[in-house]
């Protein structure tokens, strides 16, 4: 069982940031993401080993980037690395780019896109920036799984 304690404490600051998330959080944030079937899946199916995100303030400036190291097996992270100043891609397979304010926005409300993943997943993917490529590549692989 994931603990939630302290992410809901750094939630529920008014001035919470993805940056004090991820310095005291990531674990949760890696363990929560790697107990949701679905992102493992995609994941999997994409084959994908790194993904990059380029997290933005609400003026569209670059305030951090990370990236997860995923085992193309099973589609779980096994690290998060990034949070400062530069750049921590290696040889990311995607980049996404989003405000800040949507990751602190879905970890408040993880329970409701656990239990509504479908309506998660198109109440957000809107949210994240990806090259037009990406997505087309994304869709077409996961048609052909269909």
């Not at 944030?29 to 079937?37: E, F, K």
Request: proline share 2%.
């Amino acid at each position: 069982m994931i603990d939630y304690t302290t992410l809901d404490v750094i939630l529920a600051k008014k001035d919470a940031s993805i940056q004090e998330v991820m310095a005291i959080c990531r674990e949760v944030g890696q363990a929560t993401l790697n107990s949701i079937p679905l992102y493992c899946a995609v994941v999997r199916l994409m084959r994908y080993t790194e993904i990059g995100i380029t997290v933005l303030n609400e003026s569209g400036e670059v305030i951090g980037d990370y990236a997860s190291h995923n085992d193309p097996a099973t589609g779980k992270i096994t690290e998060i690395v990034g949070g400062g100043d530069g750049n921590y891609f290696k040889t990311p397979d995607i980049i996404a780019r989003v405000k800040e304010s949507v990751l602190l926005d879905i970890l408040k409300n993880r329970d409701w896109a656990r239990k509504h993943k479908i309506l998660a997943f198109l109440a957000y993917m809107g949210d994240f920036q990806l090259n037009k490529d990406i997505k087309t590549r994304l869709f077409n692989r996961l048609r052909r799984s269909v």
